[in-house]
């Protein structure tokens, strides 16, 4: 598993004080301003002086950048969280830590796929499964379906609906 896992992209500058704005590629953009430390893809450590959100967006003032030249630099870059420092819930995970994951009959062990990509529809999550022919098939991201998951082993274990894969 990834020790760093992305959780939002600078796009542009806010402001004459170094400030940028960060898209947030996590749940909420509030999610995001619970950090005091982000990080680069190098692992280097970023203090977050403050932030806050701004429609779906969220506002960032990063330790060492005080002018808009320097918040320039930063645009496109991508920002990473330590996975040490969030506690899931029981039985929630990390999106980037689903991604990939050999999906299975929880049954018979009948392969189905892999886990492609996860949206978020507001009811449930919908996983989306490429098939091995490399069509794609959705599931409902319920305990109906999904029976269990096992992001070390690699699988994820389902009880498919009537007509899921028709």
Partial sequence: MKQY????????????????KVQPWCDTPDFLCEFDTLYWKSGTPVN????????NIVVMKLEGCDTVEEAQKLRGRVLYMDRDDVELEEGAYFVQDLIGLKVVDAETGEEYGELAEVSETGANDVYHLRRPDGTMC??????????????EGGIMKITPLDGLFD
Wanted: hydrophobic fraction near 45%.
């Fill in 5 to 20: 896992l992305e959780i939002g992209k600078i796009v542009s500058v806010f402001g004459l004080k170094g400030e940028v």
């Fill in 48 to 55: 977050v002086v403050h932030s806050r959100v701004q429609k």
């Fill in 138 to 151: 959705y599931i409902p991201a319920i305990p109906d379906v999904v029976k269990e998951t096992d992001i």
